[in-house]
């Protein structure tokens, strides 16, 4: 992939910040953040050593020897990546465009010689300079994302009896967990564009890296002895919740009630668990997904602008 950058800005100079730097260029990148996260952020960053260190990708822009733009992206399981948009300081004012689109295309270039598939960067809104700049840079916009969150009070006391049964997804094997996960997706309405862009042993290694991975609290649906779906569910204990990381039906299985039966599960096992709530990201233009958390207890209580960028040779 050959990645077009704006002609070369007089005194302007991108480069991976150097050790000395990091904590500024790491201070700027973020700065866009609210002060808590931002600096729970940069402590993470700085405290990282060896391997975790080399997994980020921390790139500056300095205009007469003065910092001028950073931009923080980050390797993540799946050969995936997490990038924040370039934020531009007043030295770089003059040349900002030419700052963030150059500042964007070093990291995407360090991306993709570490086989980066997918990059992924999270906005409060789809639009705004953040979001014209991700445009640019050859971002598409394939979603909204909800976040919901039920609590305790909603949670189920007793374990339905729709005629569902669960079986440990580690019996299956993880040849045979990603062909049923993968077809959960066929006519998907939770964020359709990406059907067959990611390898769905990339998108599960993505899935064991949301939280805290473990394997006891994934599952196969089944129902009337034959497979019709998954749940799979993490623990965040600091946070005394836990997360729906992904749930899907196969389309001969969809329609029957099913859905809102394998929420309900999520929930009495978080229950049982003590945990205080649950939350999960949906698609926004989900709606049958939407219903059914609605009908579950959930509510929203954030919503993200998802952008994408697919590299590839």
Request: glycine share 10%.
């Amino acid at each position: 992939m050959k990645i077009s950058l704006p002609a070369p800005v007089e005194d302007v100079q991108i480069g991976a910040a150097a050790p000395a730097e990091r904590a500024a260029a790491l201070e700027l990148a973020l700065g866009a953040l609210p002060k808590a996260e931002r600096e729970g952020l940069v402590r993470q960053a700085l405290a990282r050593t060896g391997e975790q260190a080399a997994s980020e990708g921390l790139f500056e822009a300095r205009r007469g020897g003065r910092l001028a733009g950073a931009l923080c992206s980050e390797l993540q399981p799946g050969r995936t990546a997490g990038l924040w948009p370039p934020q531009i300081t007043a030295a770089g004012e003059p040349a900002a465009e030419a700052c963030a689109a150059a500042l964007i295309g070093a990291a995407l270039d360090w991306l993709l010689a570490r086989e980066v598939r997918i990059v992924q960067s999270l906005l409060p809104t789809d639009a705004g300079r953040d979001a014209d700049r991700l445009r640019a840079a050859g971002f598409s916009h394939p979603a909204d994302l909800l976040y919901l969150v039920s609590d305790a009070r909603s949670f189920p006391t007793a374990q339905g009896n729709s005629g569902l049964s669960f079986q440990g997804a580690a019996e299956r094997g993880d040849a045979e967990l990603a062909k049923l996960v993968e077809a959960t997706y066929e006519q998907t309405l939770d964020c359709p564009s990406l059907n067959g862009v990611q390898d769905c042993g990339d998108v599960l290694a993505g899935y064991r890296a949301t939280s805290s991975f473990d394997p006891s609290r994934w599952f196969v649906a089944r129902h009337s002895g034959l497979d019709v779906g998954c749940l799979l569910l993490a623990d965040i204990a600091d946070a005394n919740q836990w997360l729906l990381v992904y749930m899907g039906l196969l389309p001969a299985a969809r329609g029957r009630g099913l859905g809102i039966e394998l929420v309900r599960h999520a929930q009495w096992l978080c229950g049982q668990a003590g945990r205080a709530r649950m939350v999960l990201a949906v698609d926004a233009e989900n709606a049958p997904a939407v219903e059914i958390y609605a009908a579950a207890g959930f509510v929203a209580w954030d919503r993200r602008s998802v952008w994408l960028r697919v590299l590839d040779r």
